[in-house]
């Protein structure tokens, strides 16, 4: 009974829910009860904090769940590495590790995690799939402005997706989403560790995706919003405006890259 029990643990694919957090304080227990588990008994799941150098106490939070917890890893990051910085290390555990999927979560809550079996479940059931992400667009305007999202982030969402869009002759809805899944078989070989640090690895990570030919499924979701930052948001725009320009060159061979070489 114990060699059967064994055989079907190992059989089951392994699912890495990695959460990053910068500054989460108490939004990190709030998120963690969030994670559906009783719906992720298919999966050989584990879920890995990463804390990116925090001054405050979302360590101690970290470290709580783990005590009351099983299949939880807390990292602390000694340095602060960014927000593209904290992903690639734990891209990178999870394929030291083996994982056959993992689940970006962000640890301010803005993203729930109750949307992780969709997410992996087209991971599982669709192989051909790279990786899957949240829209907060995918079901229309009215439900994103409903969420909550700020009117000045849903016109610069809009815009600056279509213009992704536009030049590259996809069809997503949400370019700029903070929730991801990645079918980790697909990206062994890729180069993301080259990928920036900053807060436009997820676009970058999409443009690579696009180079590599492999494919991103949305799904639709709804997100929480607190105190918006407008002048983080502006930057971030005005580098995804210029950077998708930067990447149309590119990938028109106009320019060369050793990044997405």
Known sequence: ??????????????????????????????????????????????????????????????????????????IENKKNLGYGGNIKKCLNYSLKKNFNYAVMIHGDGQYSPKYIPNLAKILDT???????????????????????????????????????????????????????????????????NNLTNGYNFDQEFRFMSVLLNKNIKEIPIKTKYGDERSQVHIKYAINFFFKTILFFLIKLKIFNSKKFN
Request: proline share 2%.
């Open 1 to 74: 009974k114990k060699f059967l029990l064994k055989s079907i643990f190992l059989m089951k694919k392994k699912l890495l829910i990695f959460i990053i957090t910068y500054k989460a304080s108490f939004r990190l227990r709030n998120v963690f009860n969030e994670i559906p588990f009783k719906k992720l008994k298919k999966y050989n799941y584990k879920v890995l904090i990463c804390d990116d150098a925090s001054k405050d106490d979302t360590i101690i939070y970290a470290k709580k769940i783990k005590q009351k917890n099983k299949n939880i890893i807390v």
């Open 126 to 192: 669709k192989p051909m799939i790279s990786a899957t992400t949240g829209s907060r667009v995918l079901k229309g305007i009215k439900s994103v402005l409903d969420g909550g999202m700020p009117f000045y982030k849903l016109i610069g969402n809009i815009v600056l997706t279509n213009f992704f869009n536009l030049l590259f002759m996809k069809n997503y809805t949400d370019a700029h989403t903070g929730l991801w899944a990645y079918n980790l078989k697909q990206f062994k070989k890729t180069k993301f």
